[in-house]
């Protein structure tokens, strides 16, 4: 079955910085676009990038375009997404997603506080 485990989230400063990684299992991974969602305290989930399969094209939302970066290794069933000048705002669950645009399965999450 479809396994997705992030790691890598914490606490940090404002302007700080992480890298997150999610481990993916279960399907052949070098086949499917990939992306990273959040989920912020009462507001409902939204997609923050996206890579593609192929040719690894990046996709941003306009709130972390280019303060966050996403990419993946095929040869490690692994993606990631390095997010820097990091804002309060930032702060949510962070949650690893099978498919581009639309989810097909989700990792468990994992949480990223930025304090002011």
């Known amino acids: 079955q479809v396994q997705l485990v992030e790691s890598g989230g914490g606490l940090v400063q404002l302007g700080g910085s992480l890298r997150l990684s999610c481990t993916a299992s279960g399907f052949i991974f070098s086949n499917y676009g990939m992306s990273w969602w959040r989920q912020a305290p009462g507001s409902e989930r939204e997609r923050v990038a996206a890579?593609?399969?192929?040719?690894?094209?990046?996709y941003y939302e306009d709130s972390v375009q280019g303060r966050f970066t996403i990419s993946r290794d095929n040869a490690q069933n692994t993606l990631y997404l390095q997010m820097n000048s990091l804002k309060p705002e930032d702060t949510a669950v962070y949650y690893c997603?099978?498919?581009?645009?639309?989810?097909?399965?989700w990792g468990q999450g994992t949480q990223v506080t930025v304090s002011s």
């Open positions: 997603v099978k498919g581009f645009v639309v989810p097909d399965n």
């Open positions: 890579i593609t399969a192929t040719y690894s094209t990046p």
